[in-house]
């Protein structure tokens, strides 16, 4: 992994052991990341084909219904202070950081309020069963302190603890799939597996989000917290923006195309954003690395370097395992999935090597820079929607899909700041 750039300053000259260690300690923490997400996301499906099977069409289409609300708006329930803490609080003196990670804890906490109410709303306002509906609205409560543990953990440099709280977290959830559906499986049994899981990833994580220093004694100025939520605003923003490119392709296709088409497309979709794992973990990872003064740009331009190649070979070799499985394991009908993948896959590796440099941009302080790089992606998806899915169909929406994705990873490269600015909370720090 020669693309692990160190800044000068961290590495002094004649000490060039000090950057194996780093090196080391970067690769470690991004592979136990990026495991905990490929486990928790293996699970996920793996649940998601349980459900399928033992519920029903009905039953499985009512679960769906049920998290539908916290898999929309669960990523944003922390108001974005998650990120700021990730992203900035490693480096503030401790009073400062006790004081953003306590204003954390209670966005999370109303946060957790207001989506736990709109999952009940919505489930009982869709006439979904009460009890399995209470069990997701505990779920959406929990999620966004879940968020801010993560953080936390993360600005702690102790990313590795997330990965394997996510591991439990994948474990607990299936087998307590397994045990509660022992006597016959129900939709409860399912939405409380669900909850239960991020129960327990919340008490893996309790420690590194109780330890000293993190507490919320603190209170933070009115003009600094003012800041963090501006800086909480942006990345909510960007999310959205992330969230409407990844999934508005789905709503357009359903005004032109079958809903066997649908489903082709949204398979291989799934496949592609398999590619995402390793680059999610790794920009988390160098996180810390940057706030310590680990990592310049110039650092994190190698390892997104490093990264484009190493996804670009994973991208190949899991398009010619499609080519060669995806039909024996799903049919005839998914044929076209290969050729969907294909054209999707050049954009998935665009956005995955773009990925810690956005890394090294939010850790700037500077979120709205990669906002503007996700608003104009969703113009080009918006208009490559319209303009090819009526004549081209699903392959029209992954070209739109590609297009976006390349727009957003040169706007992530060309916006990056050149230096990073001191860590100080400063009130008049603006992104």
């Known amino acids: 992994m020669s693309g692990l750039g160190i800044s000068p300053g961290a590495v002094p000259a004649g000490e060039p052991a000090v950057a194996v260690p780093l090196r080391s300690r970067l690769i470690k923490d991004s592979a136990a990341l990026g495991?905990?997400?490929t486990v928790a996301l293996a699970a996920g499906a793996l649940a998601a084909l349980l459900a399928a099977r033992w519920l029903g069409a009905t039953a499985k289409g009512q679960l769906t219904l049920m998290f539908a609300v916290p898999a929309l708006l669960g990523p944003l329930a922390a108001g974005g202070v998650d990120s700021y803490i990730a992203a900035r609080a490693g480096g503030r003196d401790p009073q400062q950081r006790r004081a953003v990670v306590g204003l954390g804890v209670r966005a999370a906490r109303w946060g957790g309020v207001a989506l736990a109410s709109a999952t009940l709303a919505y489930g009982i306002g869709t006439g979904l069963?009460?009890?399995p509906v209470l069990f997701a609205a505990v779920l959406a409560g929990l999620r966004p302190g879940l968020a801010v543990a993560q953080a936390v953990a993360t600005s702690d440099d102790q990313v590795a603890r997330v990965g394997r709280a996510l591991v439990a977290m994948a474990a607990a959830q299936l087998s307590l799939v397994v045990v509660l559906a022992a006597d016959g499986a129900s939709v409860?049994?399912?939405?409380a597996?669900?909850?239960?899981s991020v129960l327990v990833g919340r008490r893996l994580l309790r420690p590194a989000r109780s330890r000293p220093g993190?507490?919320?004694?603190a209170e933070l100025a009115p003009a600094q917290r003012r800041q963090v939520l501006r800086f909480g605003g942006a990345v909510v923003?960007?999310?959205?923006?992330?969230?409407a490119n990844y999934r508005m392709d789905l709503f357009v296709l359903a005004a032109f195309v079958p809903v066997a088409d649908i489903g082709v497309y949204a398979v291989a979709v799934a496949l592609a954003e398999i590619l995402w794992q390793l680059p999610q973990a790794v920009s988390r990872s160098i996180l810390p690395r940057i706030v310590a003064g680990q990592l310049d740009r110039a650092g994190v331009l190698r390892i997104s370097k490093a990264l484009g190649a190493v996804t670009a070979g994973l991208a190949l070799v899991g398009w010619l395992l499609a080519v060669h499985l995806v039909e024996p394991v799903f049919g005839s009908d998914f044929a076209r999935v290969p050729l969907v993948l294909a054209v999707l896959l050049p954009g998935a590796v665009l956005v995955s090597a773009a990925k810690p440099i956005a890394a090294w941009t939010l850790s700037c302080g500077c979120p709205s820079r990669n906002v503007r790089a996700s608003a104009a992606g969703f113009a080009v998806v918006a208009a490559g929607n319209v303009l090819l899915v009526p004549s081209f169909g699903i392959v029209g929406a992954a070209v739109a899909s590609t297009l976006g994705y390349g727009v957003v990873a040169a706007g992530v490269a060309l916006l990056a700041p050149a230096s990073h600015p001191s860590t100080s909370l400063d009130p008049e720090e603006t992104s």
């Not at 409860?188 to 939405?191: I, L």
């Open 188 to 191: 409860a049994d399912f939405a």
């Open 35 to 37: 495991l905990g997400q």
């Open 193 to 196: 597996a669900s909850a239960l």
């Open 237 to 243: 923003v960007g999310d959205a923006l992330q969230l």
């Open 214 to 217: 993190a507490g919320a004694s």
């Open 129 to 131: 069963p009460p009890g």
